[in-house]
């Protein structure tokens, strides 16, 4: 019977946890309350509640969150609730303020690299970056020596070269987490904007690029990803002197060698 009623106060404690870690996290933003309550929001309960793994149990929501559409800032303001939440006494009401700058950085990542898992286009994890889920230098070397056969054994003069879109930000006033999160900011962007089996990738610390096809709409594109992380950026207080992001398009060279050396040139080195 002791060992029931034992049970009885651990469903208790994480149904009360997750009562008020909902309320805070519709307070904050979430825009669908009846997609919210997924298993392992119950999972991450347990975990912050009686010290189980709870850096796995946040990487598993981070992959709920995407494969049901959560945008990526939508998720981490989640999580901020959440701790928001487990920094009040119990019986607070859950009319909590959720400020990610205030959360630990552990949880903020483990979140966002499990909502990176399920949204890369890179399906091999040792290609990516752990932290925005875009694609590392040396894999977008390798798609560029894929273009470079494929184009010059097609015609190198038949218009058919992609063109590189380099964004970087100005992260010289930033410090702390937000620095690595203006790039995962970045990051959410460009693939959401480029969809369509595009590359993108990371070059450092600050600049993000993307291999694209060079048709009709990747100017209408460009302007819009050129927008949109403008806005993702100064919506973030910590963010704001980023936000006038350099967004510039290099056509490709004519050789390999070259196109290498581009990437070092919009890198900085």
């Known amino acids: 019977m002791a060992d029931r009623d034992h049970v009885d106060e651990i469903d208790g404690a994480v149904r009360n946890l997750r009562a008020r870690w909902r309320i805070a996290s519709i307070t904050s933003g979430w825009r ?133 879109l380099a964004v970087s930000v100005d992260l010289s006033m930033v410090d702390g987490w937000s620095r690595p999160m203006a790039m995962v900011l970045v990051a959410d962007v460009l693939r959401r904007v480029f969809d369509s089996g595009e590359t993108t990738a990371s070059l450092g610390c600050s600049t993000a690029v993307v291999l694209a096809d060079r048709e009709t709409a990747v100017a209408h594109r460009i302007t819009s990803a050129r927008r949109q992380i403008a806005d993702r950026l100064r919506g973030d207080p910590q963010l704001v002197t980023a936000a006038h992001p350099e967004v510039r398009v290099h056509r490709l060279p004519d050789t390999l060698p070259a196109a290498h050396d581009l990437l070092h040139r919009i890198a900085g080195r």
Not at 34 to 52: I, K, M, Q, Y
Request: overall charge negative.
């Open 32 to 164: 669908f309350p009846s997609d919210w309550a997924v298993p392992e929001v119950d999972a991450v309960c347990g975990a912050a509640l009686f010290r189980g793994d709870l850096a796995g149990a946040l990487r598993n929501l981070g992959r709920s969150r995407a494969w049901t559409g959560a945008g990526l800032d939508e998720t981490l303001y989640d999580v901020a609730a959440l701790h928001a939440v487990l920094d009040r006494d119990s019986d607070a009401d859950g009319l909590v303020s959720a400020d990610p700058h205030a959360a630990p950085f552990a949880m903020l990542r483990a979140v966002a690299v499990g909502w990176a898992d399920l949204t890369g286009d890179v399906p091999d994890r040792g290609a990516t970056e752990s932290f925005s889920g875009l694609a590392t230098e040396g894999y977008l070397r390798v798609r560029l020596g894929e273009v470079y056969r494929r184009v010059t054994r097609i015609d190198p003069g038949a218009g058919e070269w992609p063109v590189l």
